[in-house]
Structure formats: structure tokens, C-alpha cells
């Protein structure tokens, strides 16, 4: 697996981070304020315990208070009747323990990892203990540590990378009237990391702060600039793409096209079906447990009258393991409809940030890859959420199928490869990379989608 650039630049970014800190309470990507978030969660989880009700509640388990509010999401927490009681209960136990309750998690029900549970509980420790969650997960990855998808386990890393940012960062804030304990600076730290963005990079390059962001250029995507990725030769591929496609090639399997004689045209037949009748029969944002059936089998089964084939998601899976992925998330999403319609409804909404939404699914069904029985693997949980995506946002999202897009990307642009696995913050980059690949391929066709972009990409491996 291609390695993050985080381990090389960590010693100079923490040396950086030391003095800004001191600086100040607050800066860009630094926050020691009385908003951080293990001080605002605190407050808002003694403002729940207080005046309990479904409004409190989700004041609290935002994104402001949790890295990992959507493990699970709030609306899956509040579904019943008796759910603000229910958590009141929870969380004054909570409140009174000394240390977490594997049984809390039971409470959530499915096969919830709980990760939002395990970090409020450490963010109730105010910073005196690691902080656990897929955000310092990706942290820790990216610097090489063994991760595995278990909070008790993130928990050991964090304990274990403690030494390395004592002794280049020591405890920065200590002695400041913003002081906070250690592991939740650690978490702040972690937190800069994670949220990287290119804008943020960009805008940080000079002054005061450019010692900071210099050396976490290319944590996110393998490249060793903050520039957007770049892309070079895809001309020629581009002008076949559109020629194939305009003429007609993609439609059957008699006239050959740049990739061969496969058929490619059923994926904008779906595109139109998808636009036309599922968008217009379903509330994708705001869907109800008893939308889930119906709205898997509009997806699985277009109307005859229609002319678009059937079970378009499977076919853009893959290969066989890969699509039984997609059968099993069906199936547990059938068994789960109250849990599946928040997780879906979440996917759909572009309101919230993509890497939540996608790793809120995996979340939800992250446990179908580790059943002994099958060889699913992470990576076609992110097949799946992206296929159901490119369809639904066709200007913005593309199908992820790993293989062929690293190829892909190592050949023609200026990343020098890409992770397996399910890796949300990658996928993110690698949208806005296709996004500018598509502004290509509108400039020679005057119209397309990522539909193009994904068959560009497809077809392209297969030459």
C-alpha cells in the first residue's frame, strides 16, 4: 500500500505546532478556545443531563463536539418513542463511571462499532485520557501504526505516539491560560491533520503559519505539492472517449471503439432512469424505514417502460466478491430499514461533508467484510456508497474501483498512487481530481457527467 507522507514531515510540523500554540489560543486549524471540542462537549453533554429532550441531544452529537457523530447518527439514536429517556439513562450512567462500559454499546443495537459513544465518554475525561476515533485512526495510519478498526485499540496508539509528540512538541499548551490536558491537545493535533484541505493549505503556504502547513503537503493524496492534481496526456484518450461515445460505438458489440467492442451506453440509460424516477418517487434526503424496500428495488429493477438495464449498482461493482457486497448491503439494510433509512438519507444529502457521510456507512456496514464466511473486502464498501453516489450527483461524484483509478491516476496525473481499503479523505481528493477531469471532457464533447470520467477511466485500462 502506497505510504502517507506524514511520517517524514511529522517532527518539523510538531515543532511548528509548539509555537504556535503558544502564540495563542486560537489560528487556523488551532482551536483552544472555550469552543474546542472537548470543552464544548462537555458543556453541551451538562446541558443534555440537565434539560434532556431530543433538541439538547442533538446539540450535542454534532460535529462540533464529536469527531464521530455520525457513529451512528443522531436520528438512528432519537428513532423512538422512548429514546430521550433511554439516553438520559445512558449518559447519567456514563456520567458516574469510571471507566467505559462495553454494554453501552448494546444499546445502539445492529453491529455498531459505538465509536461516538467511546469518544464522548473520553472527551468526559476532559483530555486526561486518549481521546479514540476514526479521525485519530486515519492520524495514526498515515504515521505508520498497525490501526485496526477498535477503539481500544486507537486508544493504545495514542498512548504509544504520546512519547513521540512529548519530546518534539512537549505539552504545548501547559502554563497558558488556554492549558488543556494532554491527549486533548493530542486530539487537536489530530484533528488539524485530518481536516486538511487544499484551500487551507494553499492559503497557509507564507506567513506565520507556512512552517506548520508546508510539511503536511501530501498527507492526504501521494503528491509533494499542495496544487490540485494535475493532469497530462489525457487529450488523446479524452477525443476516443467522445468519439466513441458520440458515435454510437458504446451502444453494441459489433462496431469497435478505442477500449474494444464492450458495451458502455447502459450507464447513461440508468443515469437518465435514475434523474427521471427515482429521484422524483423518493425523498433521498428525508427517506422512511418503509422507502428502503422500495427504493432498492427502483434501483435493482428500472420499469419496463424505461428503457435501462437492471441492477446497474451490482454491475458497477465488479467482480463477483464485489458483488456480493452489494447483495449482503442490501440484504442488511432490508433487515435494518429504520437504521439504513438515516444512513442512506445521510449518504444522499450534500448538505454534509462527504468523508462523514461515507464513513457514517461504513459504519453501518463495515461488519459484512469481517464475517468469516465470505472474502468481502473494505474497498467495495466504498464501491458501492460512490456508485449509489455517481448516480445520484453525476456532476460531482464518481464510482471508486481502486485498481483501475490507481493505475490510472499514477499514469496520467501527479499522484504517484493511491490506498486500498475504504479511505474516505482520499476519495474526497480524488472527486475534486475527476471534477476537473470532467470540465475536460465538457470543453470536447460541450456535455457530459462523471458517467464520462468513470468510462474514460474504465475503458482507458482496458486499451
Not at 27 to 37: H, K, Q, V, W
Not at 299 to 308: H, L, M, S, V
Not at 437 to 453: H, N, P, R
Amino acid at each position: 500500500m502506497a505510504k502517507s507522507t506524514l511520517g517524514q514531515s511529522l517532527i518539523p510540523a510538531l515543532h511548528s505546532w509548539r509555537k504556535l500554540v503558544r502564540d495563542g489560543p486560537t489560528g487556523p486549524g488551532i482551536n483552544f478556545s472555550e469552543t474546542n471540542r472537548t470543552r464544548l462537549c462537555n458543556a453541551r453533554f451538562d446541558s443534555f443531563l440537565e434539560h434532556p429532550s431530543k433538541e439538547t441531544f442533538r446539540e450535542l452529537w454534532k460535529d462540533e463536539t464529536l469527531a464521530d457523530y455520525w457513529a451512528p447518527n443522531a436520528h438512528s439514536l432519537l428513532s423512538s418513542d422512548q429514546a430521550v429517556e433511554q439516553l438520559h439513562t445512558l449518559l447519567s450512567e456514563m456520567d458516574d463511571a469510571d471507566e467505559f462500559q462495553p454494554e453501552w454499546v448494546q444499546y445502539l443495537g445492529g453491529n455498531s462499532t459505538g465509536w461516538g459513544l467511546y469518544e464522548l465518554f473520553a472527551r468526559l475525561q476532559d483530555g486526561h485520557d486518549p481521546i479514540p476515533s476514526t479521525e485519530a485512526k486515519e492520524v495514526l495510519e498515515g504515521l505508520g501504526y498497525d490501526v485496526a478498526y477498535d477503539p481500544d485499540v486507537i486508544s493504545e496508539h495514542i498512548r504509544d505516539f504520546k512519547e513521540t509528540y512529548e519530546t518534539h512538541a512537549g505539552h504545548a499548551s501547559a502554563g497558558t491560560e488556554y492549558e488543556l490536558p494532554i491527549y486533548a491537545e493530542i486530539d487537536e493535533f489530530f484533528r488539524l491533520i485530518d481536516s486538511l484541505e487544499r484551500e487551507i493549505i494553499n492559503a497557509q503556504l507564507t506567513g506565520e503559519y507556512a512552517p506548520l502547513f508546508r510539511p503536511l503537503i501530501g498527507h492526504s493524496i501521494h503528491k509533494d505539492t499542495a496544487d490540485p492534481i494535475q493532469w497530462s496526456g489525457v487529450e488523446a484518450l479524452i477525443e476516443d472517449h467522445v468519439e466513441a461515445r458520440d458515435s454510437g460505438a458504446y451502444d453494441n458489440l459489433e462496431e469497435s471503439h478505442w477500449g474494444g467492442t464492450h458495451i458502455e451506453s447502459w450507464k447513461w440509460q440508468f443515469q437518465d432512469y435514475f434523474e427521471t424516477v427515482v429521484w422524483s418517487e423518493f425523498e433521498l434526503t428525508a427517506l422512511t424505514a418503509e422507502d428502503v424496500l422500495a427504493l432498492f428495488e427502483a434501483i435493482e429493477e428500472p420499469t419496463e417502460d424505461f428503457d435501462a438495464v437492471s441492477n446497474v449498482p451490482a454491475q458497477m461493482m465488479g467482480g463477483q466478491f464485489h458483488r456480493l457486497a452489494w447483495n449482503d448491503i442490501v440484504d442488511y439494510c432490508h433487515q435494518n430499514p429504520v437504521e439504513a433509512a438515516a444512513v442512506l438519507s445521510d449518504l444522499f444529502d450534500d448538505e454534509l461533508p462527504i468523508v462523514d457521510r461515507l464513513n457514517e456507512f461504513y459504519e453501518f456496514v463495515h461488519h459484512l467484510t469481517v464475517q468469516d464466511e465470505n472474502d468481502r473486502s473494505p474497498g467495495s464498501l466504498l464501491r458501492a456508497a460512490t456508485a449509489l453516489l455517481m448516480y445520484a450527483y453525476p456532476q460531482q461524484y464518481i464510482a471508486f474501483q481502486y485498481e483501475r483509478m490507481d493505475r490510472f491516476f499514477s499514469e496520467y496525473s501527479n499522484s504517484d498512487r493511491l490506498d486500498t481499503g475504504f479511505n474516505a479523505q482520499q476519495y474526497r481528493e480524488v472527486a475534486l481530481a475527476c471534477r476537473d477531469l470532467l470540465e475536460m471532457v465538457e470543453t470536447k464533447a460541450g456535455e457530459a457527467s462523471m458517467i464520462d470520467v468513470q468510462t474514460l477511466i474504465y475503458v482507458a485500462d482496458d486499451r
